[in-house]
């Protein structure tokens, strides 16, 4: 028998959980505050609702029917529509995603967790503007810094989990998402009480139309993918954890609802301290590591939020993180004679090893570009602008095009007017929209 969640909560968790990440705190702040505010949120929430809430469903959808790791899944719901195992390709693509994923994605939650602990030695006091510039360049400057960090996040990873489904991943979100929860709370009542909150939500929510710009529409839907964890088989493993008569609409809404407004809480926040300090939104990915802590070092009580900001955002990194080898490891597990520690230990040390090559190229490989980027930049383009909506569009084509669609409607369980709904977006709406940021991304709709 295979393993399941306890429940319908440790579902929506577990997989809240995976969603809610640095892509969350770190991410959709800084390209919000790069691509011009309002407009960019505007769109991302447009992307969340027509593309991400239904792909969602779709996803979890396909892991339930199967009950298997993706790559075996979509080979048993091929081979049950009668259709080519070729499909299998999408389990594979997912698996290669994530690890490619966490080899960057731990490099940065390393930082995180350095700079937690600065920000709890009272580091930022007093910081200046070039003082801060100057800390995080000499950081990343540091090879043998960055490994330690590193390792010690793909360890904190490994150890969830190889302790397993329900003790590892369930146990590691019922303690971390509720304490999350929490502490943004605790940041959003601090960042009222001391940030410039009217000139925040001003920033990311008076319409602005003449800011939409092409480049934010495409930036907006690739991040949507990696925010809500789609297209790579991260879901699709959960919802084969799932039990049978859990609703997967709803518990996809539950899951869609707190990736998004955990993004939006996170953002308000971040830019209500930035905007009360005098300083920019626009700093790109430095802005949680340059600007934020300027601004903690300035303010009341400082020392503790900012720390508390930072355990914040190594929880959300670490539900994540986990998420991201689950389908590597679960293939593994039901493919070979390895058990689950063994598996999760080959699967972090390749990861582990990719990490290595993503952290030098913030120093001593810098000027090693692939097609013009640096590895940690080509990584993560490569995965959330191609391999997340390829895969996204592929499970989308699938679950409406190859398999029966009476298999999709029982296992949905819509009514009818909601499952037209989702035929319709899933069929058409969505993969015209991941084609159109494909065509352009080849240069022939040079919109950016
Ligand atoms: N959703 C995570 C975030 O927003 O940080 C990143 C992620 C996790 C992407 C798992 C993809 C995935 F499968």
Same mark, same amino acid.
Not at 70 to 98: C, F, N, R
Not at 99 to 121: K, M, P, Q, T
């Given at each position: 028998m295979r393993v399941h969640w306890s429940n319908r909560r440790a579902f929506i968790m577990a997989t809240a959980g995976s969603a809610v990440g640095l892509g969350n705190i770190w991410k959709f702040p800084y390209m919000t505050g790069t691509n011009g505010g309002s407009a960019f949120v505007l769109v991302y929430l447009l992307c969340v609702a027509l593309i991400g809430l239904p792909l969602m469903m779709t996803e979890v959808m396909l @892991?339930?029917?199967?009950?298997?790791?993706?790559?075996?899944?979509?080979?048993?719901?091929?081979?049950?529509?009668?259709?080519?195992?070729?499909?299998?390709?999408?389990?594979?693509?997912?698996?290669?995603?994530?690890?490619?994923?966490?080899?960057?994605?731990?490099?940065?939650?390393?930082?995180?967790?350095?700079? @937690?602990?600065?920000?709890? @030695?009272?580091?930022?006091?007093?910081?200046?503007?070039?003082?801060?510039?100057?800390q995080f360049s000499s950081f990343i400057g540091n090879p043998y810094e960055l490994l330690l960090w590193h390792t010690v996040f793909m360890f904190l990873t490994m150890v969830v989990v190889a302790r397993g489904v329900t003790s590892g991943l369930e146990r590691a979100n019922k303690i971390m998402m509720p304490s999350l929860v929490a502490i943004l709370l605790i940041l959003l009542g601090y960042s009222m009480a001391v940030g410039d909150i009217s000139r925040s939500l001003d920033f990311m929510f008076r319409p602005d139309f003449s800011r939409i710009t092409p480049t934010a529409v495409l930036s907006a839907m690739g991040h949507s993918f990696f925010t809500l964890s789609l297209g790579m088989g991260a879901v699709m493993v959960y919802g084969s954890y799932l039990q049978r008569h859990v609703s997967i609409a709803r518990a996809s809404f539950y899951v869609v609802l707190t990736d998004t407004a955990v993004a939006l809480v996170a953002g308000v926040t971040i830019f209500a301290i930035v905007f009360a300090n005098g300083l920019e939104p626009a700093a790109g990915p430095g802005l949680i590591f340059q600007t934020l802590p300027i601004a903690f070092g300035r303010m009341p009580g400082g020392t503790l939020f900012a720390t508390l900001f930072f355990v914040l955002v190594a929880f959300a990194a670490w539900t994540s993180s986990i998420s991201l080898v689950e389908p590597a490891v679960s293939w593994l597990i039901e493919n070979t004679r390895l058990d689950r520690t063994r598996a999760a230990l080959l699967v972090g040390g390749l990861i582990w090893l990719i990490g290595i090559a993503v952290l030098l190229s913030f120093n001593a490989w810098g000027e090693i570009k692939l097609f013009g980027l640096t590895i940690f930049d080509q990584l993560d383009k490569l995965t959330t602008n191609v391999m997340l909506p390829l895969g996204g569009l592929l499970m989308a084509l699938f679950a409406v095009w190859v398999m029966r669609a009476a298999h999709a409607q029982e296992e949905l369980a819509l009514n009818d007017r909601h499952y037209r709904r989702w035929l319709f977006v899933t069929r058409y709406v969505a993969p015209a929209a991941i084609v159109l940021v494909f065509l352009n991304l080849v240069g022939w709709l040079p919109l950016v």
């Open positions: @892991g339930r029917r199967a009950q298997r790791n993706p790559v075996d899944g979509m080979a048993h719901l091929a081979s049950e529509a009668g259709a080519t195992q070729m499909w299998k390709g999408i389990g594979y693509m997912g698996i290669a995603a994530g690890i490619l994923i966490l080899s960057f994605y731990s490099v940065v939650a390393g930082w995180v967790l350095d700079y @937690g602990l600065r920000a709890a @030695g009272g580091g930022f006091a007093g910081m200046g503007a070039e003082q801060a510039q100057q």
